[in-house]
């Protein structure tokens, strides 16, 4: 299987967990930041994996740009999957819970995004912890970053 791990990073930990996917994934996993990716490549690959912290329930900026811009048809026949990086909706004031259960997060849009362009969605969207703005990732993120990846390579092999 051939995979490209696309993402945007601002504290550098979205592109950690982006990294450990990639350990994760058997066979080729190129990663990639948003300003390397080249989206007439995007159908050398048989699986593309997103990812971007969430800002205001999306991804970043240039991601979303991105995502939009690509033809409607742009991922067909390439199985796709969303990861994003946040905070904890628990270790948040309530008024922060509350607006974080109304904006939702990021990978849930990017998942949606890739669809409608075409791919096909073989896991649900998935977040990673952050313990503060600027990180570090919540103790045992990459770990469970690499088991996410390993289980989408069973479950795409299945599909």
């Known amino acids: 299987m051939k995979a490209l791990i696309i993402y945007d990073s601002v504290y550098g930990n979205t592109e950690k967990v982006a990294r450990a996917i990639g350990d994760g994934l058997a066979g080729e996993a190129k990663v990639e930041s948003i300003g390397e990716a080249n989206p007439s490549e995007l159908r050398m690959f048989d699986l ?32 796709v999957a969303a990861f994003d990086t946040r905070f904890e909706a628990e270790d948040q004031g309530f008024a922060l819970r509350m607006l974080m259960s109304v904006i939702r997060y990021a990978a849930e849009r990017i998942a949606k995004e890739l669809e409608k362009k075409g791919g096909e ?5 998935e977040g990673f912890i952050v313990e503060n703005k600027e990180g570090p990732l919540k103790q045992g993120e990459l770990e469970r970053a690499t088991r996410w990846a390993k289980g989408m390579v069973v479950v795409s092999s299945q599909v």
């Open 48 to 79: 593309l994996i997103v990812g971007s912290p969430v800002h205001g329930g999306r991804p970043t900026p240039q991601l979303e740009t991105f995502l939009k811009e690509l033809p409607d048809d742009a991922l067909k026949g390439v199985k």
């Open 121 to 125: 969605l073989i896991t649900e969207p």
